[in-house]
């Protein structure tokens, strides 16, 4: 089976700039969930949703940070204005619905902010 | 909320070595506790994974152990080898409720495999 696709792999733009990444989920998954990983750190969960509903945005920098999900499949994750700190490895997962089914990464976007 | 802490930060073994990494968890409503392994450039791979119904977990040369009481987890690779060498997060998660699926993970442990 295909794994999480994410694009793009790199991404280099100049503080106050905006950028967004792209997710596409493993066939027939419906929870998906965008992750934050600061060089040295483990990831942080930023937004989970459920189908096309957030279940979890309680650490999603709101103010800068957007995320969708559009027809319950592809999600997309904006950050507008960008800042020097959001410099990290932004990773997609998405799991089966049922108790404790494993989560399944994507290889990330690394964002380098200038 | 939930907080994992991991140790060591770094292993440094020898090939044929056994290798082990500890973490512990705060949050005793924690009942599901996986194991990823993430390569330089990569996104984290789920190895194993362990239910707080389930003393201990082995899949070929790589095993995991949970202790509920004291709320700690461990990995264990046997037979170590240079490519087993990556960054390994711990990670927990409790059921249900507005955090139903979030993983909380370990700050990581860079093992390297010395030929």
């Known amino acids: 089976e295909a794994g999480v696709a994410q694009s793009p792999r790199y991404k280099i733009i100049e503080k106050r700039q905006s950028v967004a990444f792209w997710c596409n989920p493993i066939?027939?998954?419906?929870?998906l969930y965008w992750y934050q990983q600061i060089l040295g750190q483990g990831p942080k969960l930023l937004i989970q949703?459920?189908?096309?509903?957030?279940?979890?945005d309680s650490q999603l920098p709101k103010d800068r940070f957007s995320a969708e999900r559009l027809k319950g499949v592809d999600s997309t994750l904006k950050i507008q204005p960008a800042k020097l700190e959001d410099s990290a490895v932004y990773l997609c997962?998405?799991?089966?619905?049922?108790?404790?089914?494993?989560?399944?990464f994507g290889d990330g976007t690394r964002l380098s902010i200038l | 909320g939930e907080n994992v802490e991991q140790h060591p930060s770094t292993l440094s073994v020898q090939e044929g070595d056994s290798a082990v990494i500890k973490c512990t968890y705060s949050d005793s409503a924690s009942n599901y506790f996986p194991w990823y392994k993430q390569e330089l450039g990569k996104g984290p791979q789920l190895i194993i994974d362990?239910?707080?119904?389930?003393g201990e977990k082995k899949d070929q040369r790589i095993a995991v152990t949970l202790n509920k009481t004291a709320k700690h987890f461990s990995l264990h690779i046997t037979e170590t080898q240079p490519e087993d060498s990556a960054v390994y997060f711990c990670a927990a998660r409790r059921p249900g409720g507005t955090s139903y699926g979030k993983l909380t993970f370990g700050q990581g442990t860079i093992l390297t495999v010395h030929p």
């Open positions: 362990i239910r707080s119904n389930v």
């Open positions: 949703f459920q189908n096309n509903g957030v279940v979890d």
């Open positions: 066939s027939g998954h419906a929870t």
């Open positions: 997962a998405s799991s089966a619905t049922g108790s404790n089914q494993p989560q399944h």
